[in-house]
């Protein structure tokens, strides 16, 4: 037995597919390339891979990752080589090792995502100066408020909501670049079990704050953000105050 | 296809739709090819959802026979579902086939699959989205050909007017003799559909409807069907079949979804045919002979076919899987992938009377599902009438083992309206679903397991072309309805759970599976009313047909509730499927007496199919 720790893309058309489907994606693609999987037991026995965060529909990723364990150990160049084979365009096996099985799993070790969110806006006519000062400002807010559903308790007929301040989730963010109508902020998230904040809600938050700044500057038109494209850099953990990828981080 | 068509952009629309997936075209298995001047660009279009038609084998067949031809790409189609279809509408952009976001408009052939009558509204609908114009006689040179296939078309009249072509029988072989037909005839000077048409009809299997017309009678009935001075002669009107199923294509790879599907696994063929003989049932007629696939040829098949999906389940196709001659080696050979490889096992339609309880042990051993068992009727007179041989003895002795063998859930089929069917009948289907309530109970409780659930559906009676039912009348909706309750009144203990389909639905069912010519006016207008995806209970509307038939002048009364005599001209009389009308009518005789007749393989009842349509003549 060995476990294989992998890192992929999942870019292009495959950041249609959700998470769900990629979990079987991923046995069938495995199956396909004849990759010596070990299974669970039992009566429905599948194969043992865990994956780390699941990706929301529409976002690209360059930092997924799987641990899998194998019946025997083959080279990494070779299992990524011959998966990639079987892979469909848009997930690519791009890095991976053999971990001790007793390390801690994927979902556990995730505290921090990063982001590049590129943004079109109907009236996109500002200029550069006043938007990062929109970004410094909105980072400077004491709190930012979402309302997040409560977790549903047994037999509890409706859903209660609560208010929760993300303002400490917000690590980063900058504007990258400017191309053209195409504004790129980078963002460096909390994620995982210690916090959690989406890039899309960082986004919605962000375009909530922009309207109040907007009615102060008195515009005709209203702010209004057109398209959000949103890609995943890469999954983080902190190890001695330096952020580590989850393959460095083991 | 012409350089001005421009791929349809769809980037912007699909986060905006459930399910992406569906229209993403780039699944495993799938064909992709570089594009020239001579490729005849072919359409498969399923007309429902992605879900449905991705698990259709007959598409995955002819997907793969057509793309391993190299001047020929095949693309998928299926009917958007209604997020996907408002916003093309509302852009106003064709609908375009998944490869590669081609409109339909510039392909050769759009080719449809008539599998269900209630899916004939999408049928137009997938036309009218890729602006192609409905009915034949409205569309130009440029328009594609339609052509349509598949078990409906063995009665294609009420959809006759908006098909260039229909496909009578099996397709592996037409359908590549078509197309090579239309890649000779369209290099000449001055082509012209027509010519192609012409040409076409002297295939055998293939029905040009445009070249037939039809006479009727002052009260509605056929008077006459006749060739028109466009036809060039009858030789089509004939189903095609494969004689022998290990030499026919079979893919040895399947297009693999990225979202669930109705079957999202391998499927073997194990045959073509049934030689049991149900009065009611279609496809037991339409598919004879019955033709078996060898056991060596599966086990390759189910070899080849994990090994290029990747899927991790296998399942048997067929009308009546246990019918296989081979079927405990067959199941043995699975069961071993199984315990290799962790290929689950499915084994649907097995029949109760020849099911032993070492077949359900070995599958057990597998993965234990639910069990499914079709009576279809509740006293033995009536399953006598329907020639349905099954003794409820057969039914209780297999619900016992399977009780004892810890199964808790078993599934009832029934039909309600059949020929001759009376109160008491109806009542035979509580009394029976009762007695095997009893089998669980009169175990003790030690050897069962807890949790009974015993699912009863029935489904109502619809006559079909080429059965020998296809004279009898179908019940009215009242009556539908009121046998419905009966039912639903007498079924109610806890562990039983009565399901049963909507009257209304079997009713256009019922008028478009024996209809005629005209029928094609009133589909036009209940589509034009709004009718689409009718199979679908939440879309279904009866109101809307009810008018269309009305506005159309039409009566759902003449088609669907009406008694046919033996001697009146029927829309599919013109085809030859091989079984003779003096067969069906000699079992629906049999039927009105309660007599059965035995199956094939005991004995042949001389249906006719052997002689015409297979070679090696005498018995099947
Ligand atoms: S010819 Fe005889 S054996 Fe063959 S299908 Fe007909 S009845 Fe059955």
Known sequence: MAMLRGKFSKTGDMKYISHLDLVRLFHRVLRRAGINIAYTQGFNPHPIISFATALSLGVESYGEYFDLKLNEEMSFTEFQQSVNQHMPRGIKILDGKYIDSKEDSLMSMVEYSDYLIAVEFIDENWDRELFEQWV?????????????????????????YKEVDVRPLIKELTLESVRGEKWSLYTLLTTGSKGNLKPEDLIKLFEKYLKNQEQNREKENPIEITSVEITRKDLYQEVNGAMKNLIDAV | MSDQIKEVKIDDLLMKVEKPARYLGNEMNSAHKEINEDMVRFAFAFPDTYEIGMSHLGMQILYHLLNEQQDIFCERVFSPNTDMENLLRREERPLFALETKTPL?????IGFTLQYELSYTNILNILDMGEIPLFQKDREEEDPIIILGGPCSYNPEPIADFADIIVLGEGEEIILEVINLYKKIKQKPNYQKADFLLAASEIEGIYVPSHFAVDYHADGRIKEVRSTEKSGGEQGLKKRIIEDLDKAYYPDKILVPYIDTVHNRVVLEIFRGCIRGCRFCQAGMIYRPVRERSLEKLQTMAHDLLQNTGYEEISLASLSSSDYTEIEALIHHLIEINQKDHIGVSLPSLRLDNFSKELIEEIQKVRKTGLTFAPEAGTQRLRDVI?????????????????????NNIKLYFMIGLPTETDEDI????????????QYHSLPKEKRAGGLKITVSTSTFVPKAFTPFQWEEQISLEEIHRRQSILKESLTHRSINYNYHDGKTSVVEGAFARGDRRLSKVLYKAYSLGCKFDGWGDHFDYQKWVKAFEEEDS?????????????????????DIGVNKSYLMQENNKAKIEEVTPDCRLNCS???????????????
């Open chain 1, 136 to 160: 410094a400002g909105f980072l400077e807010e004491e709190r930012i408020m979402i309302t997040r559903k409560k977790k549903k308790k047994r037999r509890q007929r409706h859903q209660e």
């Open chain 2, 105 to 109: 408009k510039a392909f050769d052939f």
């Open chain 2, 387 to 407: 020639n349905k041989n099954i003794r409820e003895e057969d039914l209780l002795n297999s619900a016992k083992e399977a009780f004892e063998m810890g199964y």
């Open chain 2, 427 to 438: 009542l035979g289907i509580k009394e029976l679903v009762y007695k095997v309530l009893n």
């Open chain 2, 555 to 575: 009566s759902l009364d003449f088609y669907s509730h009406r008694k046919r005599s033996y001697d009146e001209i029927l829309p599919w009389d013109h085809f």
């Open chain 2, 606 to 620: 001389a249906c006719g199919i052997n002689q015409k349509f297979t070679s090696r003549g005498g018995v099947c």
